[in-house]
Structure formats: structure tokens, C-alpha cells
């Protein structure tokens, strides 16, 4: 969706945009890189108003390295 602007489930057309940093008072949607609120990487969501589908993009690429050293890499079939 992000890329399409259009739902891949239902075609919808109406989506929209829950950027995942924290704000005051609000549970932001993460990934902790490290143990403190400062070390976190937020997680875009695009749903769509139509179906519910959801979609998420980490907002910013260059925390990938930081992620790998916390997370082990997916072996598909394993
Ligand atoms: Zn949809």
C-alpha cells in the first residue's frame, strides 16, 4: 500500500497512515534496538479503511544494522 496506494486484499483505495513514533501519552508502534525508549526504531502502518488490512514499514532503513545485531536473520523451511 505504501507503494500502491491500494490495499492488496480488496483493492481498497481509502488508506491510511499510523506513523509509529512515540507521542505523550500514546503507545507508539517499535522496535527496540536497545533497552531504553531512546533506542527504538518506529514502525509505519498503512490500513486500510475498507477491509482492515495493515500494512507496516520501518520508517527508517538505516536502523536495519541495529536490528540485525538483536534479531536473528529468518531461514525460510527451518
Ligand atoms: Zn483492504
Redesign the pocket.
Known amino acids: 500500500m505504501k507503494h500502491t496506494g491500494i ?6 483505495q481509502d488508506i491510511l497512515y499510523i506513523h509509529g513514533i512515540q507521542e505523550a501519552g500514546e503507545i507508539g508502534n517499535n522496535i527496540y534496538t536497545g533497552i531504553t525508549s531512546l533506542t527504538q526504531s518506529p514502525v509505519g502502518r498503512y490500513l ?1 479503511e ?4 495493515i500494512e507496516e514499514w520501518l520508517d527508517n532503513l538505516h536502523d536495519v544494522p541495529k536490528i540485525k545485531k538483536r534479531f536473528k536473520p529468518f531461514k525460510w523451511g527451518e
Do not use: H
Request: net charge positive; hydrophobic share 0%.
Open positions: 490495499c492488496p486484499k480488496c483493492s481498497g486500510c475498507s477491509c482492515g488490512y
